[in-house]
């Protein structure tokens, strides 16, 4: 069972994360995480006549391929929780469609990962789901169209701006057994710096990473070194950098921190500008690259911490300013057989 | 948290990598000034093929919106766009590409809901505001009896 400390919830016996997979698109197959990919396709358009059937496949593989290294079937998991960036989460709502298992639909923007690892690790925990899978997507192509200009238009990037992954990341969740433990959860507040430039989303999300963090630390009375690392997903170079001030105003010193946007691509090769974005990417470097070493033991604890910026076009239109949320995770490095 | 608001945006200029503004405006002024030599070429040619100069202006026009309509549909058009912004964007070129685009972009969403009505989302703001200055222009036109 868990329990409750502040923001907190840590389960004495950790749900964890039987099986993992990750789907990409062209330039993520360019990317140093290339490697840690269970399927990478040079056609974006993954067989489909459009971006936002392409996202809808693009998840649903990531699904299939996570059952499969399972070795279970759909028939076996008791409910997905799942989201992406599009309009009423379609991406995610017609992949399920597919997959007729059942559903609930989640939006954090890009902390989707976080959130559904979050939410089904304390119904795993608690008795209530055997068998969850867990996952986000993104589709650079479906994004644009949706929230900046057809893909054809010619514009400038700014500096600050970031590159929607086109990529998919899914975890099946047990209450117990082998695989990668999930310690605790911190669910966000939202966060509102009064960033208005939606070219700038790190720079708006950066406040919802750090206020979870405190939260986290303050509640299970733990210090940023206390972890192999602390994996924030797609503040971006520019957002890190912010991140890291606010918590040295705190009094923090972050040695440890990596930014799941700044891996996922090369910045400079890959014009990417300050990194990746998109609820696929930090989905897809969990699954790519953390878990795996967490399994090989590379590793032994983190926090994965995911953040979402929470407007919209017309939020945007009418001047608002950028809400963001952050979620956070702790994962634990599988338990060795023959130890407790 | 105890970094404010006013002082995070103080932050946020410092750390915000700013865009190139010099090498920005060169090609700009490069690619801009590109496009209009073509077209100071291409009238040139309709002229002497003895077209009025009305005529050879329009039809130059013409060939530079095909022209931005060809790159756009071959992807070429965003890939110059994306070093050149002001400089592809201001000319009559741009205006196309962002007609093209957007016709392109939202024809999975049918002819008339889709590329008909999507066509103008980016380009239909030039199109009411021009109209408005042209109005504008035109009153005072009258108004000094012009």
Redesign the interface.
Known sequence: MATRRGDTLIFSDPPVIASHAAVGGKKEGEGPLAAGFDELRADNSFGQ???EAAEAELQLRAARLCLKKAQITEKEVSLVLAGDLQAQCTASNYAMRALGIPYAGLFGACSTMAEALGLGAALCSAGMADGLLAMSSSHFCAAE?QFR????????????AQWTATAAGACLLRPTGPGVGIRAVTFGRVQD???KDIN?MG?AMA?AA??TL?HYLRDTHSEPQDFDAIYTGDLGH?GS??FR??LA??GLLLKNHVDCGCILYDAEAQSVK?GGSGAGCCAAVLCAHILPRLERGTQKRLLFLATGALMSQTTFLQKESIPAIAHLVELWAPKKEGTA | ???T?QE??R??KK?????PLGT?CLWAFGVGGGICLLGEVLRQRYLALGLEADLAGTLTSCTLIALSAVL??L?L??K??????AG??VPIT?FA??V???A???K?EGRILGTGAKMFT?AGPVIVYGTLSAVVYGGVLWLLGG
Do not use: C
């Open positions: 006549s459009g971006w169209r200009t057809p893909l054809s238009y010619g514009a400038v990037r700014t500096p600050t710096y009064q960033i700038n720079a406040p750090a206020a405190l520019v950098q912010l001030e606010l105003a705190e300050s | 948290m105890k970094m608001a995070y945006a932050r946020v750390v915000g990598p700013h865009s920005d756009t549909t992807g058009y965003q110059l766009a994306a070093r050149a912004g592809s964007l741009g590409n962002a093209v685009s957007a392109i972009e939202f999975t980016i």
